[in-house]
C-alpha cells in the first residue's frame, strides 16, 4: 500500500509541473539531405543542430545544447556525429585520469620487446 501511495504522489508531482513553453523554433530539410534546426524554450535552454549527407552515405551532424540546472547554473554540450562516431564536448563530461609514468614506461618497454611466438 505504501508503494502505491508512493507512486501516486510522485505521478501527481510530475502531473502537476507547468509545461515550459517554446518561445522559438525552427526546422529546414533542404532537397539536398542537409538540415538545421532549433529551438529555444521560456526556461532558457536551447538547442541548435545543422547536419549534412555525406559522400558515402549517412549523415554528418553538428549542435550546440544549452540548459540551466535547479541552482540556474548554465550546462553546455556541443557534440559532433559523423563517420567517426559521436564526439561530445562538454566542461560537465568527466576526463580520464593521466596515465601513470610507471604504465606508460612498462607499456613502452612491452612494445620494444614484442614476445616471440613459439
Known sequence: MFTKITLLSC?????AQEP?????????IEPD????????SADGSSQQQVGQQLAEGGQAV???????????TVHTLQYVADENGYQPNSDDLPVAPE???????????NAAHPEEEN
Open 20 to 28: 515550459v513553453p517554446i518561445i522559438s523554433s525552427q526546422s529546414v
Open 33 to 40: 539531405g542537409s538540415s538545421k534546426w532549433n529551438y529555444e
Open 99 to 109: 596515465v601513470p609514468a610507471s604504465v606508460m614506461r612498462a607499456l613502452e618497454w
Open 62 to 72: 553538428q549542435g550546440v545544447a544549452q540548459w540551466y540546472d535547479p541552482q540556474g
Open 11 to 15: 505521478l501527481v508531482a510530475v502531473l
